[in-house]
């Protein structure tokens, strides 16, 4: 009876049965309008045939994503039609994508390209260069030299870092998390959070409302700032059926003094460290760096921050003071947006693949890809790369599990090579080229990732850490188990037109 309780006054119970009564309120409402139905059913099928023109006519629009609408809108106008107005689109409220519109102004603002730094790459490899670029130009992020790099790999080395990095913050910390919990991982840092703000120093904080939902408390936000530490839920979920749901941050990010910087596929929740066990061992990865790059990871953070409060930040009052690392290659540091139609994150990945010469090693949780990235990857394996793809072998969520194992045939016929991480559930979001190029970021292949959620990541060409992403690569590939065209093949009927299913629908997934 505790247990019941408790679980009727959480927010997510709360919130789900608010959007059930606005379900039940719109069928309520067509039965009692039972006479006039015809009348809008027709209404609905001229509304649904307007919106599937709309939708071929957008050229910002992938097309699976019109194809899994366009199906739905000509078959059921009534139903297909409602779905789309509430849920269709990457869109959020006029006044939350003004917000964001600032924070690509912030980003303008305050970063700009070395032209000395630009012309080193260039003179070292155009190819390379024009992937700099790429980013440069269309995510107003510079490209570094001077910045040390670290590959930490699993959740708990990454864990040992951030605690040793944060106890020497002497200015400011800037978090941004999608998925914040309390335990032993949380606790650990909001101890040191504490005292550091208890000291002076600028402790600010960025969750992720719907990824800490039923991780953290309502109004936790207040609670924090009793320990004077900043903090705000980004698009807090309320209970509306509405397409902003699906802009979510995914970003993550923690930033010390302007001189350090950690990203990576890690959470802070324990069991990214493995001291909970949910999906068998829990393989991540993150990366610090340490450097001039890291003041563009601090102005992503305080660019997101101006538009969430609509303020305008002095971004030279957090330029780092005491930089004395010299690193090697060149790092760029880069986050995405859904609300400017430029698939940054897609992109990366696909410039990646383009200049690849010898192999291609890819780490993803999902492999949901579309009929781009699958051209990408499978011509790269007939020309006769070496194209390796690692998966896990226990799923978060069967689904989107059914859903990469669905893509496996088509890759696996080409070349392609594909693994799944036997002893449970790989998280890691990393790309390895030719032991030359790497990115390591929150960016997941699937259309979420790539084209709903705000993302980041770090572009790397010739620095030191590419050589332990290479190593931890191999290393995770001796715990797989490989994927035979024979495993795709010998599927039972049933469960093969189940993945056809979620294959067609994985752009509203």
Same mark, same amino acid.
């Given at each position: 009876? /505790?247990?019941?309780?408790?679980?009727? !006054?959480q927010r997510?119970?709360l919130v789900?049965?608010?959007?059930?009564g606005q379900?039940?309120f719109?069928?309520?409402?067509?039965?009692? !309008?039972?006479?006039?139905?015809?009348?809008?059913?027709g209404?609905?099928?001229?509304?649904?045939?307007?919106?599937?023109?709309?939708?071929i006519?957008n050229?910002?629009?992938k097309?699976a994503?019109?194809i899994?609408w366009?199906v739905?809108?000509l @078959?059921f106008?009534l !139903?297909?039609?409602?779905?789309?107005?509430?849920?269709?689109?990457?869109r959020l409220?006029l006044r939350?994508?003004?917000?964001?519109?600032? $924070?690509?102004?912030?980003m303008?603002?305050a970063l700009h390209q070395?032209? &000395?730094?630009?012309?080193?790459?260039l003179?070292e490899n155009?190819?390379a260069?024009a992937?700099?670029?790429?980013l440069?130009r269309?995510?107003?992020?510079?490209?570094?030299?001077?910045?040390? @790099?670290?590959?930490?790999s699993?959740?708990e080395?990454?864990?040992s870092?951030?605690?040793?990095?944060?106890?020497k913050a002497?200015?400011?910390?800037?978090?941004?998390?999608?998925i914040?919990?309390?335990?032993?991982?949380?606790?650990?840092i909001?101890e040191?959070l504490?005292?550091?703000?208890?000291?002076?120093?600028?402790? *600010? +904080?960025?969750y992720d409302?719907?990824?800490c939902?039923t991780r953290?408390p %309502?109004?936790y &936000?207040k609670?924090?700032a009793?320990?004077?530490?900043?903090?705000?839920?980004?698009?807090?979920?309320v209970?509306?059926?509405?397409?902003?749901?699906?802009?979510?941050?995914? *970003?993550?990010?923690m =930033?010390i003094?302007?001189?350090?910087?950690?990203?990576?596929?890690?959470?802070l929740?324990?069991e990214?460290?493995?001291?909970?066990?949910r999906?068998?061992?829990?393989k991540?990865?993150? =990366?610090?760096?340490r450097?001039d790059?890291?003041? &563009?990871?601090?102005?992503?953070?305080?660019?997101f921050w101006d538009?969430?409060?609509?303020?305008?930040?002095d971004?030279?009052?957090?330029?780092? @003071?005491? +930089?004395? $690392?010299?690193?090697?290659?060149?790092?760029q540091p880069?986050?995405?947006s859904?609300?400017?139609?430029?698939?940054?994150g897609?992109n990366?990945y696909l410039?990646?693949?383009?200049?690849? %010469?010898?192999?291609?090693?890819i780490?993803?949780?999902?492999l949901?890809i579309d009929d %781009?990235m699958c051209?990408a990857?499978t011509?790269?394996a007939?020309?006769g790369l070496?194209?390796?793809?690692?998966t896990p072998?226990?799923?978060d969520k069967?689904?989107?599990?059914?859903?990469?194992?669905a893509?496996?045939?088509?890759?696996?016929e080409?070349g392609?090579r594909?693994?799944?991480?036997?002893?449970g559930?790989?998280?890691?979001?990393v790309?390895?080229?030719d032991d %030359?190029?790497?990115?390591?970021?929150? +960016?997941?292949?699937?259309f979420?990732s790539?084209?709903?959620?705000?993302?980041?990541g770090?572009?790397?060409y010739?620095?030191?850490?590419?050589?332990?992403? /290479?190593?931890?690569f191999e290393? $995770?590939?001796?715990?797989?188990i490989?994927? @035979?065209l &024979?495993?795709?093949?010998?599927?039972?009927?049933p469960?093969?037109v189940?993945?056809?299913i979620?294959?067609?629908?994985?752009?509203?997934?």
């Open positions: 009876m /505790r247990n019941l309780l408790k679980l009727m !006054f997510v119970f789900s049965l608010a959007i059930l379900l039940a719109f069928f309520v409402t067509l039965k009692f !309008f039972d006479d006039y139905l015809n009348w809008f059913s209404v609905m099928e001229i509304l649904a045939f307007a919106l599937v023109i709309y939708i006519s050229d910002h629009t097309p994503y019109k899994a366009i739905p809108l @078959t106008p !139903f297909g039609g409602i779905l789309y107005l509430t849920f269709g689109g990457n409220s939350q994508k003004r917000k964001m519109e600032l $924070t690509q102004e912030g303008r603002r070395d032209n &000395a730094v630009y012309g080193a790459l003179a155009r190819h260069a992937q700099a670029r790429y440069i269309c995510a107003d992020c510079p490209v570094y030299e001077n910045t040390e @790099t670290t590959y930490l699993p959740g080395a990454c864990f870092a951030m605690l040793r990095e944060l106890r002497e200015k400011y910390i800037f978090l941004e998390y999608f914040i919990e309390k335990g032993t991982m949380w606790s650990a909001l040191i504490r005292q550091k703000a208890a000291q002076g120093v600028d402790v *600010r +904080i960025i409302d719907f990824g939902i953290l %309502t109004h &936000a609670k924090l009793k320990l004077g530490i900043r903090a705000t839920a980004f698009n807090p979920f209970p509306v059926l509405s397409s902003r749901l699906n802009n979510r941050s995914h *970003r993550k990010l =930033i003094d302007g001189v350090v910087g950690f990203t990576g596929g890690i959470n929740a324990d990214y460290i493995n001291k909970v066990e999906f068998g061992h829990w991540d990865s993150g =990366i610090l760096l450097g790059a890291v003041y &563009a990871m601090t102005v992503m953070f305080l660019s538009g969430i409060f609509r303020s305008r930040s971004f030279s009052a957090f330029l780092p @003071t005491r +930089i004395s $690392t010299v690193g090697t290659g060149f790092v880069y986050c995405d859904p609300l400017d139609f430029e698939p940054v897609e990366v410039n990646l693949i383009a200049h690849a %010469t010898r192999s291609i090693s780490m993803t949780p999902y949901i %781009t051209t990857l011509n790269a007939k020309g070496d194209v390796r793809i690692i072998h226990i799923p069967h689904y989107v599990h059914a859903l990469t194992r893509n496996y045939q088509q890759l696996v080409a392609v594909i693994y799944e991480y036997e002893p559930f790989l998280h890691s979001k790309f390895c080229v %030359t190029y790497a990115t390591v970021g929150s +960016i997941n292949m699937d979420r790539l084209y709903l959620h705000f993302e980041n770090v572009w790397l010739r620095t030191d850490c590419i050589a332990d992403i /290479r190593r931890d290393q $995770t590939l001796r715990k797989c490989p994927i @035979t &024979a495993d795709c093949r010998n599927i039972a009927l469960r093969r189940m993945r056809a979620l294959r067609f629908m994985a752009p509203l997934l």
